[in-house]
């Protein structure tokens, strides 16, 4: 941190655009000659930010993550959407280009025909998909794909059926 109140003088300020390359957030840090001195070879100093380095998007996350967990028709992933006001899981068996289960707080079947709470539907979609699994004789998920979305009530009710079952680590 000493250094760079030193350096400020000597270089060129305010930096110029980089004139080799066209990225937008490229800018050149050049020495200038001193009088009377030889001019050494100096390396130039690139400085380039990256966007979004500190936050990356969930949906780029989560594609990375999908190439490294696939689902089977023997170990489905479990992949969880939660909008504001709706919940929808499905198991995926990727290799197969399948949806072995699907179920929504949408559902006619789940949300019954008085209309219960979201998070009351929610936790009956929990229950429906273990019932599935059971049909399905699937004993354990590839994992858990939640999409980046936050643990809130719906998805809490959601889990607690399928962790009580023996599918999400607790």
């Excluded at 400020?8 to 980089?18: F, V």
């Excluded at 050149?28 to 966007?51: C, D, H, K, M, N």
């Excluded at 289960?101 to 998070?119: K, M, N, W």
């Amino acid at each position: 941190m000493a250094t760079v109140p030193l350096l400020r003088p000597m270089l060129s300020w305010p930096p110029s655009p980089c004139p080799a390359t066209s990225r937008h957030n490229c800018f050149v840090f050049s020495l200038p000659r001193q009088p009377g001195r030889r001019r050494a070879a100096y390396p130039r100093i690139e400085a380039t930010a990256r966007r979004g380095a500190r936050t990356e998007n969930a949906k780029v996350r989560n594609r990375r993550l999908q190439r490294k967990y696939n689902g089977t028709a023997a170990k489905p992933r479990l992949s969880v959407f939660c909008s504001n006001r709706q919940l929808y899981a499905m198991l995926v068996d990727d290799h197969g280009k399948r949806i072995l289960f699907y179920g929504s707080t949408l559902q006619e079947a789940i949300c019954g025909d008085p209309r219960c709470s979201t998070v009351e539907a929610a936790r009956r979609v929990g229950e429906e998909l273990v019932k599935a699994c059971k049909e399905l004789d699937v004993s354990e998920i590839s994992c858990y794909d939640r999409n980046g979305f936050a643990r809130g009530e719906k998805m809490m009710a959601f889990e607690g059926p399928v962790a009580q079952h023996g599918f999400l680590p607790r």
